[in-house]
């Protein structure tokens, strides 16, 4: 039997009919002592026995990792980092695919009164050296000897840079080499030194223009968002069943999402297992053997799931079939969403092709997912839908490096397809006169490293575009500086159409174009595997990426796409050409952040051409 979730209603302002403000009590009070580095010794205390953790072995298997033995690792490496000359409050930077070590060097810094930052593994020299110069890290830990190089080319430009460990060649052992001599007390006293408003790691945002800033945020901002999390979401974290509550990690750590989720898998003691490789087949292999009970995604995993099933029902000469079970699952999941009952006819086709669809897409994420947690950019209300209808309940959530990941999630037993839910306990959202978001709760942030203009206290701007429906539920339509208007005066919110246009098999990439011109239209790139099974379907395998981007077929699939997401909008609103470019957006070619969001100024900068022909030819 599963606990039960602990719902608290919203408390809403209405400014003339309209919901402007929206304000849900905390379910969890803010610990009056302590930091997250105490966290691994706690669970030792508590449950010594129970796992925490789980470690890949070489053959492939998983071998679990209990509180006590996490602690006493966590313990020695803390001893190892004192032991090299770290000073309380020193910045330790941290740049490694999501492993173990990631998360073992996070809580062993914690608790040698460090401050950890975080840098993306896939970070340039310029980027990589910008956040520890920025920070004044004294030292870093790599995973491997490819990062290793770009941080050593580096040094020379960061004097202040102490130290620099490598994972893969044994950093670890040697740092609990380092700290043998010292007695376990100085960590202890290290560590009731910590209070939850010490600093506890600076995050640097992606950046979609600008250089990145370093978001500070506290023990605090973690214990409020955390603890909040895992009393609301309780079928997530604790869940009473054969099956214990588990998840594999495969977002980066080095994003506010993945970092908070691990934080808060040791806090509830939720089985934490790491896996570095998104490549498919990796991925799908480790998610064969953790099988977890609940992941963390972002949408486009969510859209490569789907795809790659329908894909594969296709090729099996299924297609149709799929697609019905599709739109069944969808028809299923609306009605969950809305608290009424499916008619008869569709309850027995659900359970028709459970066994045959929905089970098989289940298996591709181990067998025993029944919950995710989706964030980073809107899911978009088809792929809800359908995963709800398969079987898979999607939490949906919505949030910012400086909120310290949610402030918005989707209430368990309360869903809202199209929204990013209610505020999370805690929280309060507001609706500025303009349209913006606006949040206050004790996750949000005090403000940015070495930035003078700091964040009060008060409302934070968060930048995006939103409304409230008269239940609270919040809607994030756009970015505010992603705002098209046209040259007519019609404002229009790209995110809509481009996340409707992400779904679909063909589609990888898609930018939405049209601030100050007559009309809107879009760059479309198209998805490999996508694009792989279309040729093979259509007997095009040999024909070159630049003529089959103007084949009749190809353009008349996409625009079927570009219709459905039309129906979305006004005609004002609606996609009237689009470009299908030779190659994807990357985060080498600069067109995405590390945690895949569109840098519009460069996609528009590299295609200007494309971009100034959709306004100069008729289709």
């Known amino acids: 039997m599963e606990a039960e979730p602990k719902l608290v209603e919203p408390v809403k302002t209405t400014v003339a009919g309209v919901v402007r403000e929206v304000a849900v009590p905390a379910l969890a009070g803010l610990p009056v002592s302590g930091s997250l580095g105490d966290l691994p010794f ?21 071998r679990d990792v209990t509180a006590a033995e996490f602690a006493r690792e966590v313990l020695a490496v803390a001893k190892g980092l004192i032991a090299e000359g770290l000073q309380e409050g020193d910045r330790l930077a941290i740049m490694a695919r999501t492993t173990y070590e990631w998360t073992l060097l996070d809580f062993a810094g914690w608790a040698a009164g460090l401050v950890t930052v975080p840098i993306y593994p896939t970070s340039s020299a310029l980027q990589a050296r910008w956040i520890i110069h920025d920070s004044g890290a004294v030292a870093c830990a790599v995973e491997d000897t490819a990062q290793a190089r770009i941080i050593s080319a580096e040094r020379a430009n960061l004097p202040w840079l102490a130290h620099l460990w490598e994972f893969d060649t044994g950093a670890v052992a040697r740092l609990v080499k380092a700290g043998e001599h010292l007695p376990d007390a100085i960590v202890h006293a290290r560590r009731s030194t910590r209070t939850p408003q010490s600093v506890a790691t600076i995050v640097y945002t992606s950046g979609t223009t600008g250089r990145p800033k370093g978001c500070v945020l506290t023990h605090a901002n973690f214990y409020a968002e955390v603890d909040n999390a895992v009393e609301l979401l309780h079928p997530v974290f604790k869940s009473v069943t054969n099956d214990p509550a588990s998840t594999l990690l495969f977002l980066p750590l080095s994003h506010i999402f993945g970092r908070m989720v691990a934080v808060g898998c040791l806090r509830a003691r939720v089985k934490l297992g790491h896996a570095p490789s998104i490549a498919t087949e990796d991925l799908l292999a480790d998610l064969a053997g953790f099988r977890p009970t609940f992941l963390l995604a ?13 894909a594969t029902a296709e090729k099996m000469g299924k297609g149709a079939s ?37 089970r098989r897409v289940r298996a591709a994420l181990g067998g025993r997912v029944r919950y995710v947690l989706s964030g980073g950019s809107p899911l978009g209300r088809r792929l809800a839908a359908f995963y709800t209808g398969a079987g898979i309940e999607v939490f949906e959530g919505y949030g910012l490096t400086e909120t310290t990941a949610a402030a918005t999630v989707t209430p368990p037993l309360r869903p809202r397809l199209g929204t990013v839910g209610w505020p999370l306990p805690g929280t309060a959202v507001r609706i500025a006169d303009d349209g913006e978001v606006l949040l206050r709760g004790a996750h949000v942030f005090a403000g940015y490293w070495n930035v003078a203009a700091q964040q009060p206290g008060g409302w934070l701007a968060t930048g995006d575009i939103g409304e409230l429906d008269a239940d609270g539920y919040l809607t994030i339509t756009g970015r505010k500086k992603d705002l098209i208007i046209t040259s007519g005066g019609k404002n229009v919110a790209p995110a809509p159409l481009e996340d ?12 939405v174009v049209g601030d100050n ?24 395998q040999g024909v070159p990426i630049r003529e089959l981007i103007t084949d009749e077929a190809l353009l008349a699939d996409l625009q079927r796409a570009v219709d459905e ?25 600069g067109h995405l952040t590390p945690s895949m969001k569109l840098k519009r100024g460069a996609v528009a900068r590299d295609h200007e051409r494309e971009i100034e022909e959709l306004y100069r030819k008729e289709r």
């Open 42 to 62: 706690e669970n030792a205390r508590q449950a010594p026995h129970e796992p925490v953790l789980a470690r890949k072995e070489p053959d492939g298997t998983w």
């Open 298 to 310: 972002i949408p486009y995993v969510l859209e490569k799931v789907y795809n790659t099933a329908r």
């Open 322 to 358: 799929f697609d019905r079970a599709s739109r069944i699952a969808q028809s299923v999941g609306e009605a969950q969403s809305e608290g009424r009952r499916p008619p008869m006819g569709t309850r027995a086709a659900h359970a028709l092709y459970d066994p045959l669809v929905y």
């Open 500 to 511: 409707w246009l992400r779904a679909h098999p063909l589609v990888g990439q898609c930018m």
């Open 517 to 540: 011109r007559p009309y809107v239209t879009a760059l479309i790139t198209l998805e490999p595997d996508g694009l792989a099974h279309w040729r093979q379907m259509h007997k095009k």
């Open 565 to 589: 997401a039309n129906a979305l909008v006004s005609r004002a609103e609606s996609i009237r050409r689009f470009a299908v470019l030779p190659g994807d957006f990357t985060e080498e070619r």
